[in-house]
């Protein structure tokens, strides 16, 4: 089954602008809105805070995972300052 075209240009420029949680989440949140018949400015509203939502939590696992590779870059001198052992570290290097 062909999707219609609107649909497909709408998914290329969401890839485009790099818009991940507009992309996966507009269907449902379009659903949703239509039941409750919310207005458009709602309906962006609610796919806006869906993409901070997911940006922060990107951005987080992204400054935890530099911070483990900055721990491996220099391990002697963080290790020396605040007393970690290298079984911690490996445990934080196994979660991802």
């Known amino acids: 089954m062909s999707k219609d075209p609107s649909v497909l240009l709408l998914e290329h420029h969401l890839k485009a602008l790099k818009l991940p949680s507009f992309l996966r989440d507009y269907p449902n949140v379009a659903a949703v809105c239509g039941r409750e018949r919310a207005d458009y400015p709602t309906y962006l509203l609610r796919l ?34 605040s007393g970690v052992s290298w079984q911690f570290l490996v445990s934080i290097l196994k979660s991802y």
Not at 69 to 75: E, Q
């Open 48 to 81: 806006a805070e869906r993409e901070l939502i997911d940006r922060g939590r990107r951005a987080t696992e992204r400054e935890r995972l530099f911070a483990v590779v900055r721990l491996l870059w220099y391990p002697g001198a963080y290790f020396a300052i």
